[in-house]
């Protein structure tokens, strides 16, 4: 990952390409965290291995020639994504199966993915750039066990949404990590979709092919 990105990066030098956008994740912020520094698991090499590259970029970034905007991506879902956690989620409970989860007492939110590409064409369309990093998401963090309990709610299986069966696993998130007051103000961005539209769009879309 860290090489082909800066392959890439040489090579929209190379094309004249004015910005190199390069998908960070919210959750690199965790590597700087000193309650984080001893996470040991797949996310954690994940997360280490973006935040490496992150400082890679812009210690060869060329800004005369070609500007790198990192991204820090939120959580997103959206139709034939089964990797992140609402569809995961939502698999499991419209398969009657309890979904079980930490304490989920961490800031959190969920962003549908045409907002996230909404987001980024943004990026790219905007005359001028006044930061060299955005954070994409909804901008509307709250307690991820609030979120879980609202997608049981809209698929009508709350009660399979079990919080506090799993132990914690250790991650952290600020609420502050989550504002996109900055990309709303260089690009106009703001979130169309809501959650609860999301979700009950994803789920009809579940249930259709579960049929088929």
Same mark, same amino acid.
């Given at each position: ?20 956008? *390069?998908?960070?994740?919210?959750? !690199?912020?965790?590597?700087?965290? !000193?309650? *984080? ?23 060869? /970034?060329?800004?005369? $020639? ?28 419209? &398969?009657?199966? !309890? ?6 007492? $961490?800031?959190? /939110?969920?962003?549908?993915? !045409? ?25 509307? &963090? ?7 309990? /609202? ?29 996109? &007051? ?7 961005? /703001? ?22």
């Amino acid at each position: 990952m860290v090489k082909t990105s800066l392959d890439f990066y040489k090579l929209a030098v190379r094309l004249g390409c004015r910005r190199f956008l *390069c998908p960070g994740t919210i959750g !690199e912020r965790m590597a700087n965290l !000193e309650e *984080c520094r001893n996470l040991r698991s797949q996310s954690s090499v994940y997360i280490n291995a973006k935040n490496f590259l992150h400082r890679l970029l812009l210690a060869t /970034e060329t800004t005369d $020639q070609c500007r790198v905007v990192w991204v820090q991506l939120g959580n997103f879902y959206g139709a034939n994504d089964s990797g992140n956690l609402v569809n995961w989620t939502l698999s499991k409970i419209l &398969a009657g199966e !309890e979904a079980a989860f930490g304490p989920a007492k $961490q800031p959190y /939110e969920f962003t549908a993915i !045409e907002d996230g590409v909404r987001a980024l064409t943004a990026l790219v369309a905007a005359p001028t750039l006044s930061r060299n990093c955005y954070y994409i998401g909804s901008g509307q &963090a709250r307690a991820l066990g609030e979120w879980l309990r /609202e997608i049981g709610q809209l698929a009508g299986r709350e009660d399979l949404i079990a919080i506090g069966k799993r132990p914690d696993d250790g991650a952290r998130y600020r609420p502050e990590w989550f504002d996109i &007051a900055p990309l709303t103000h260089d690009t106009g961005y /703001e979130p169309q979709v809501t959650f609860a539209d999301g979700i009950r769009a994803l789920i009809d879309r579940m249930r259709k092919a579960s049929r088929t």
